[in-house]
C-alpha cells in the first residue's frame, strides 16, 4: 500500500508540472505574438482556463461515482458475508 501512495504522489507531482509548464508556455506564446490583439489573448486565455476547470470537475464526479459504487459493492459483499456466516453457524440448518 506505501508504495501505490507514493507512486501516486510521483505522478501526481509530475502532472502538475506539466500542467505549470504548459500554462507557462501558452503564457509565453501569447506574451510574444504581436501579431494577436489583446482581446484576443484574453479570450484564448479565459477558454484554457475554463477548460481546464472543467476538466477537473469531470475528473472529480467521475472518482466520486468510482468510489461511491466501490463503496457500495463493499457493503454488499460485508452483507452477504454475514447472511453467509449466519446461515452457516445456525444449528437448525443442515447442509
Do not use: C, Q
Amino acid at each position: 500500500m506505501h508504495n501505490d501512495n507514493s507512486d501516486n504522489t510521483v505522478i501526481m507531482m509530475l502532472n502538475g508540472v506539466g500542467v505549470v509548464l504548459a500554462y507557462g508556455l501558452l503564457a509565453i506564446s501569447l506574451w510574444l505574438s504581436t501579431d494577436v490583439p489583446l482581446a484576443t489573448k484574453g479570450y484564448w486565455g479565459m477558454g484554457v482556463i475554463l477548460l481546464t476547470i472543467s476538466l477537473i470537475n469531470v475528473v472529480k464526479y467521475r472518482f466520486d461515482h468510482r468510489s461511491s459504487s466501490d463503496r457500495i459493492n463493499r457493503i454488499e459483499e460485508a452483507r452477504n458475508d454475514k447472511l453467509l456466516e449466519d446461515a452457516l453457524s445456525d444449528p437448525k440448518t443442515s447442509i
